[in-house]
C-alpha cells in the first residue's frame, strides 16, 4: 500500500467506505451507472424496434387471418373486386423462381468457391473475393434494370424459344416465351445469389484447417478426391448456412423479381409462362390496396415473408457458426 | 499405371478444371453485366441529368435532380435516425452487457438483418404513413433508418472489441470512470472502423427501393420540407425501367450507373481503409 501513501496520487473518492447507496450514488456521479443505463436502452430500442414490427404486422393482417384462416395459403383465387384473397399463386411463384435459382446457382458458386479456396493462387483468390463482394453490395433495382433490359430480350429471343423447340415436349419449357416470366426472373436471381453463395462458401472452405488436406494427400488422395471426400465434408453444414441465406435473400427479393416476373397471379406449369411472387404482389398494390381486407391480406403475405426469412436465416447463421467452431477447434 | 491410377487422374483433371469453369462463368456473367451498365448509363450521362427536373414525356434535356437530392435528404434522415441507436447499443454490446443480454440484442438485430427490406416497408407503413394520414419523406428516411441499425450495431461492436485491453486499463488505471474510458479513449480509437461501418449501412441502404415505394411514395417534382412525399434515385430508376417510354429508359439506365457508382465508390474506399488500418496493426 505504498503506493496509495504516494502524495503524487490525487484524492482517491473510490476507496473510501459508503454503504450501499452512497456506493451507487458516487458510482451515479462518476457517471458509469447512467453510461450503462444510456447504452442499455438504446439496445433496448433495438429489441423494441424488432418486437413492434413482428407486432404490427400480426395486429395488422387480424382481418386477413381472420376471415381466410388457413385457407389462405390454398386457394389460388386473388380478386380484390369480390374481396377473394388466396395465396396460392404468389406461394408457388416465390418458391419456383427461388427453387429454380438455387438449382443454378448453388453448383455454379459452390464450384466457384472450391476453385477459389483450393485451387487459386491466394493473392488472385482474394481479388477475386473481393470483386465478388462488390457485386454482393449492387442495388438489387440495378439488377431489375438489367433483368429487364437484357435477360427478358434474351430470353425472349434466344433460351425461350431454344428450350421450347427442344424440350418442348416438358410441360415445364410448354408455351411461348415472352420474355417476361417464372424463367426469367429465376435468372436474374440466380445473377443476385451467386455472389452470396460463393463468398459464403468460400469462407467456411478456407476455415478447414489444413492439415485435414495434407492428411488426405498424404494418403495418396489427389487433389480432387482430398477437396471432395475431405474439405467439403468437412465444411458442409457452412456451404449449407451460405445456400440458405442465399434462399433467404432469394425468397425476400422485392424489385429485381417484380421486374421481370411478368406480375400474373395465375399458377402455370410452364416456367416461361409469367407468375407472380409475395414480394412483387406487395410492391405493386399495397399503394392501390383499397378496403381493409385487401391491404390486410398484403400485410398478411409479408407476415409469411417474415416468418420464412426469420427461420431460414436463423438456420444459415447455427449452421456456419457451427462450422467455423469446427474448423477453429481442431488445433491447425 | 493401372487403369484405376487413370480414372483417378482423369477425374482430378476434369473435375478441377470443371470448377475453374465455374468460377470463369460466374465472374465473366457478372463482369458482362456490368461493363453493359457502365456503356448504356456513361452514354446517357449529361450536365442536364444531374440538375434539371423531369420533363414531360416527349420533351428532351429533363434529368433527375429531385430525385439525387431526394436520396439525399432520405439518407441524411436515415442516418440521424439509424446512427445513435446502432452505433450506442453497439457500445452495449461491446462494453457492458452481460453474456445474456448480449446474445439476446445480437440475436434481434440479426433477426432485423433478415427482414426482407419490403417489410420494413410495412412497418414504416403502419407506424409511420398511418398516423401521419400521407406518405412523406420522414416516413421513408424512417424505413431506411431501420434497416441502417443491424448494420450499424454489428460493425460498431466489433471495431469495439478490436481495441486492445491494455487500452482499456491504461486509462481505467489513471482514474478515469469507465464511460470516460469509452468516450475519451475506446470509441475515438475504434472511431474510424465505427464510421466505415455507418458509411457501408448507408450504401446499402442508398439502393432500396422497396421500403420507400409506399413510404416516400415519389415525386416529379421538389419536395420542400420532411413533410412530403419525395423522389429518390431507386425509385426513379424502378418507375423509368418498367415504363414504356425509351427517354424514360435512357434515364433509368444513366440513374442506374449514378447510384451503382456511389455504392461501389462507399463500398471500395471503406475496405481499402480498413485493410490500410488492420495492415497498420499487424
Redesign the interface.
Known sequence: MGVSSNPAV?HEPYLAPRGKVGDFLARLR???E???L???I??A???L??S??VY??WI?SALSRHTFGWKFFVTSVWDPVFNHFGALPFLYGTVITTVVALIIAV??????A???A???PPRASDM?A??????A??????Y???G???VVPFVRTALGPFLESTFGFLPLFKGPSYGLGVLTASLVLT?MI??FI?SVSREVLMAVPVDQREAALALGA????ST?RVVVPFASTGIAGSIFLAM?RA?????AVT?VIGNDPRISASLLAPGYSI?AV??NE??EATGALYLQA??EL?LV??LV??I???LA?LLIVATEQRGGGTPA | MNLRTIW??T??VT??S??????L???S??FF??G??VY?GGRDLSWNFFTKLPTPVGETGGGVANAIVGSAKLLFLAMLFGV???V??G???A???GKT?NF??RY????????????????A???VVVPMRHFSTLAGGFALG?MT??IT?RSTEQFLRAVPNPLREGALAL?A????T?LTVIVPAAASGIITGIMLAL??V?????PL??TA?GNQFWSPGWNQPIASL?MV??TY??GPYEEW?EQ??AA?LV??GL??VV??GT?LVLARKTSVAR
Open positions: 490525487g462518476g457517471g458509469d447512467i453510461a450503462h444510456l447504452t442499455l438504446f439496445a430500442g433495438v429489441i424496434i424488432t413492434l414490427l404490427e404486422l395488422n453448383p455454379l458458386g459452390v464450384g466457384a472450391i476453385f477459389l483450393e485451387l487459386a477475386l473481393f470483386v465478388i463482394d462488390l457485386l453490395a449492387v442495388p438489387s433495382v440495378i431489375g434494370v438489367l429487364i433490359f437484357v445473377i451467386i455472389p460463393i489427389t487433389r480432387w478426391e471432395i433467404a425468397l425476400g427479393e422485392t424489385m421486374m414480394a406487395i410492391a399495397f399503394t398484403l400485410i409479408g415473408l417474415f426469412t426469420f431460414l436465416n436463423g447463421r | 483417378r487422374k477425374l482430378n473435375m478441377l470443371l470448377t475453374g469453369a465455374c468460377t462463368i460466374t465472374v456473367v457478372l453485366i456490368l453493359y451498365l448504356n445513435p441507436v446502432g450506442i447499443a457500445v452495449y454490446l462494453e457492458f452487457s443480454m439476446v440484442v434481434t438485430t440479426d433477426l432485423l438483418n433478415g427482414v426482407p427490406s419490403i417489410v420494413i416497408g410495412i412497418f407503413y403502419s407506424i431501420v441499425i443491424p450495431v482514474g470512470s469507465k464511460w470516460k469509452i450504401a446499402r442508398a439502393g432500396e427501393t422497396a415505394l409506399f411514395f431507386p430508376i424502378y425501367a418498367t429508359h433509368a439506365w442506374g447510384l451503382l455504392v461501389l463500398n471500395i475496405r
